[in-house]
């Protein structure tokens, strides 16, 4: 797979302050990748640099094999966290003329806006002006302009923000049709279960390093804990407990369950889950067993406190 994205050695510095620190990623194209880090960590600043509102103090930016330029602005979609629309603007207006800054002609703009305007059913609000809208309903037309374009590739800060379930939902649904049909995206978000639900890759960027970039299966794989949580039904639970404890590591735990039965978080160290379901299975019957995979956020809370 070839890259959209590639990030050399990148530095940001704001005076003393260091924003990045000879920051390196890559984004394989066609891929969903989240940019994750705390608030300050870079994340805007990266952002920026890619969409040539600012320029890095040194490293180089690579889009879709070619070094960035101007014409590049073309391709790429960035919805800010801060959104950017005119207040008193009329919406119809305002979209044709930011389409066209993106290279629409006014005919192009205007069949995409009505794609779109249906598509999110918005259609009767093409004279309505941004300051009538709600929050919500201001977000679907930010997202209508970052998208029209058709961008190689779509950078989404916050996406999700001041959208309802309902509308957000909506919108996690046309950014995965738009990856379907060859849009590379990258986004940046606090909600860690978009994170799990969307993203092929990720990278985490913590006081202007870079600690983490992968496709998002192997990070999680690479810190997994060979935890274990299993539920039993069985008659001889202090039989069961003397067994587990002389080859695994065991404690009771807590999860949802329908069943009455014995619930143990246990790791597994260097045996293997047959060997721990066999043990289990000679007990009694089986009602839950599960491997405890950390998620993006436990993966992001370890990470970060730890530097």
Same mark, same amino acid.
């Given at each position: 797979m070839s890259n959209i994205l590639e990030v050399n050695k990148v530095v940001k510095q704001y005076g003393d302050y260091t924003a990045?620190?000879?920051?390196?990623?890559?984004?394989p194209k066609g891929s969903i990748y989240g940019l994750l880090g705390p608030n300050g960590a870079g994340k805007t600043s990266l952002i920026r640099i890619i969409n040539q509102i600012t320029m890095p103090d040194s490293g180089e930016i690579i889009l879709d094999g070619e070094k960035l330029n101007p014409s590049h602005v073309q391709s790429i979609g960035y919805m800010p966290e801060e959104r950017g629309?005119?207040?008193?603007?009329?919406?119809?207006?305002q979209c044709l003329y930011l389409a066209q800054l993106k290279g629409l002609t006014k005919t192009e703009a205007k069949h995409e806006l009505d794609y779109w305007f249906t598509r999110l059913e918005i259609q009767g609000w093409w004279n309505k002006k941004i300051n009538e809208l709600s929050k919500g309903m201001a977000q679907k037309v930010q997202f209508i302009v970052t998208v029209l374009h058709k961008p190689k590739l779509l950078i989404l800060d916050e996406p999700f923000s001041g959208f309802d379930p309902v509308n957000a939902n909506l919108i996690k649904d046309e950014i995965i049709e738009l990856n379907k049909n060859g849009t590379s995206v990258i986004f940046s978000t606090h909600r860690m279960e978009s994170v799990e639900e969307m993203c092929d890759y990720i990278a985490l960027i913590h006081k202007s390093n870079k600690l983490i970039e992968g496709k998002l299966s192997d990070v999680k794989k690479h810190f997994r804990t060979n935890d274990y949580e299993v539920g039993i039904l069985?008659? =001889?639970?202090?039989? $069961?407990?003397?067994?587990?404890?002389?080859?695994?590591?065991?404690?009771?735990? =807590?999860?949802?369950? $329908?069943?009455d039965e014995l619930k143990l978080k246990i790791n597994i160290g260097n045996s293997t889950p047959n060997e721990l379901l066999n043990s289990l299975l000679n007990f009694g019957q089986v009602t839950h067993f599960v491997e405890k995979i950390p998620s993006v956020n436990n993966i992001f809370i370890q990470t970060v406190t730890e530097k």
């Open positions: 990045l620190n000879e920051v390196s990623l890559t984004v629309l005119y207040k008193t603007m009329k919406v119809g207006e069985t008659d =001889n639970v202090e039989g $069961l407990m003397f067994d587990l404890s002389q080859k695994f590591t065991l404690s009771q735990t =807590n999860f949802k369950s $329908l069943q």
